[in-house]
């Protein structure tokens, strides 16, 4: 059972439009709070996207997402696992960029998340763009490579773009497989997607060992089918989950920068993430969320709804 103190805001004792908004309604308790040493999964806002290329904004996701979040109640609707009950939650503020420097930031961002492993606090992070994952990886896998399962429309698995830039959020798990922060033979991609530049990272997939699912497996064989696969695939050690917005289709979630239409519906989105109750999750993001693009909030509303089912199979193991 967690700490009375970590309970979330009841939407019966302050109505959800008043108050200042947290994560899912969470106490704010940053590093410097007395309490922060009682956390045990860290809810973090990662407002940064120097990593895009095309269409910028996630930057401003982790705001939007906190708002939206009002909205999250306690219990799950089909589980009925009551993740604020189950754990110490805490929204532990956000972690700060240098937007003039992607170097400098992913410094900052790693020793944030080195600092969380240390106190043995797991992550769930609201992004910013997928770049973001790479010092969160940075941070916590300290231990050895980790797994992962990683919903989205791109692999992220590039190179370099524009002429040999490598820190895009294009190329974060490239360079997290080349850093060994990932086991690439424990990585499994699904819903990948849209027309392409060319097959470079495919091909790196292919000879990494990376599995890759794309969308027309995944709707022929089904969600549980590649669930059933992608469990087998990661095993029982410890692994990491990264949930890009653009994984669900446009209709559904189209604020972010680089949608791909002819994806998973909301429902679909929601189902993935409880295929993954059980599993050893040691850090979660939901990333490239993109206020410009969403003029009716409907993507952020999704994502948190995302990161709620994340939350829930993180306290299920």
Not at 114 to 122: F, S, V
Not at 170 to 192: C, K, M, N, S, Y
Not at 194 to 213: C, N, P, Q, W
């Amino acid at each position: 059972m967690s700490d009375p103190f970590f309970t979330p805001v009841s939407g019966f004792d302050l109505p959800r439009f008043a108050g200042v908004p947290t994560f899912m309604r969470l106490p704010h308790v940053p590093p410097d709070h007395p309490r922060f040493g009682d956390v045990e999964i860290g809810l973090v806002g990662a407002p940064w996207d120097s990593g895009t290329t095309n269409r910028p904004g996630p930057r401003h996701g982790p705001r939007q997402l906190r708002d939206a979040s009002t909205m999250i109640r306690a219990e799950h609707p089909v589980t009925g696992i009551r993740p604020f009950e189950a754990a110490n939650c805490a929204d532990i503020g956000d972690v700060g960029p240098n937007p003039a420097s992607i170097p400098d930031t992913l410094d900052r961002f790693t020793a944030f998340y080195a600092n969380l492993k240390a106190q043995n606090i797991r992550p769930l992070t609201a992004g910013g763009d997928h770049l973001c994952s790479l010092p969160i990886l940075r941070g916590i896998a300290g231990d050895g490579p980790l797994g992962m399962i990683h919903f989205d429309s791109h692999t992220d698995l590039y190179h370099s773009y524009f002429g040999g830039e490598l820190y895009t959020h294009g190329t974060p798990f490239r360079r997290a497989i080349e850093e060994r922060l990932l086991d690439p033979a424990r990585v499994v991609q699904i819903g990948i997607r849209g027309t392409m530049y060319d097959h470079e990272d495919l091909d790196f997939a292919e000879k990494s060992g990376v599995r890759v699912i794309r969308i027309e497996e995944f709707m022929a064989r089904g969600v549980a089918d590649v669930m059933a696969e992608a469990r087998q695939i990661v095993g029982t050690s410890p692994i990491y989950v990264s949930y890009d917005i653009d994984f669900i289709d446009p209709a559904f979630a189209p604020g972010t920068g680089t949608p791909e239409v002819g994806g998973p519906t909301s429902f679909q989105a929601l189902d993935v993430c409880r295929h993954l109750h059980g599993l050893e999750i040691r850090g979660a993001d939901l990333v490239e969320v993109s206020p410009p693009f969403d003029q009716t909030g409907a993507t952020a509303f999704l994502g948190v709804s995302v990161m709620f089912e994340m939350l829930a199979a993180m306290v299920s193991a």
